[in-house]
Structure formats: structure tokens, C-alpha cells
């Protein structure tokens, strides 16, 4: 079973960039999809990006595209969140997520993945 750990969240102002890291470990997840998803207080957790197991093949949600950019690099086990003019509406627990199945496809449905980490806080403030 592979076990997934999030890093570099933090707190920063509104406008800034933040890149969030995911490594994998006890399996090699090169076959695996994978998602980032968040939770802010108080509501539901929510897609914000996935990504295929090649990277050939990516998938955002309307409120991050064209400023989170999803990336991963399977010599290192690792998934990566890029993500540029972060909005203080940003603000949440950021969790990776894996499908420990062989899959060509992104998914942004949550019920897909078997696999979580614990979660690494972002905080943007205004």
C-alpha cells in the first residue's frame, strides 16, 4: 500500500505562489492517478486538480485553472501543485490523493481515490 505525505503549505499573502509537494512511498506510484483536492472550513472538500499517470493528461477545477498547475515526477514518487496569484478564497487543507490502480485517466471525483495523506495547510490572507 502506498502512503502519501504533503508538504509546503503555509501562510501567505494574497498574490503569492505556493508549491505544495506529495511523496509516495512503500509502492512506486508511477501507474497511479492522482488528484489534489481541499477543504476549507466549514465546507466540503472539493477537486482541485488531477493528474494521469503519465502526466500526459491533466484536469482542474474552474476556480484554480489557469492558476494551479498539477505536475508529477515518478523517478521521485512525487506529485506537485504549483500554484500562482493564490486568492485568500484559497485558504484550506490541501490533501493528495492516489488510485492504486493502473488508470490512463485524470479523475476529479473523490469516491475514485483509495488513498490519502494527512494534509497540509494553506493560508492566504488578504
Known amino acids: 500500500q502506498v502512503q502519501l505525505v504533503e508538504s509546503g503549505g503555509g501562510l501567505l499573502q494574497a498574490g503569492g505562489s505556493l508549491r505544495l509537494s506529495c511523496a509516495a512511498s512503500?509502492?512506486?506510484?508511477?501507474?497511479?492517478?492522482m488528484g489534489w483536492f481541499r477543504q476549507a472550513p466549514g465546507k466540503e472538500r472539493e477537486f482541485v486538480a488531477a493528474?494521469?499517470?503519465?502526466?500526459?493528461?491533466?484536469s482542474y477545477s474552474d476556480s484554480v485553472k489557469g492558476r494551479f498547475t498539477i505536475s508529477r515526477d515518478n523517478a521521485k514518487n512525487t506529485v506537485y501543485l504549483q500554484m500562482n496569484s493564490l486568492k485568500p478564497e484559497d485558504t484550506a487543507v490541501y490533501y493528495c490523493?492516489?488510485?492504486?490502480?493502473?488508470?490512463?485517466?485524470?479523475?476529479?471525483?473523490?469516491?475514485?481515490?483509495?488513498?490519502w495523506g494527512q494534509g497540509t495547510q494553506v493560508t492566504v490572507s488578504s
Open positions: 512503500g509502492r512506486t506510484f508511477s501507474g497511479y492517478a
Open positions: 490523493a492516489a488510485k492504486s490502480r493502473p488508470s490512463f485517466y485524470v479523475y476529479s471525483d473523490e469516491n475514485e481515490y483509495d488513498v
Open positions: 493528474i494521469n499517470w503519465r502526466g500526459s493528461s491533466r
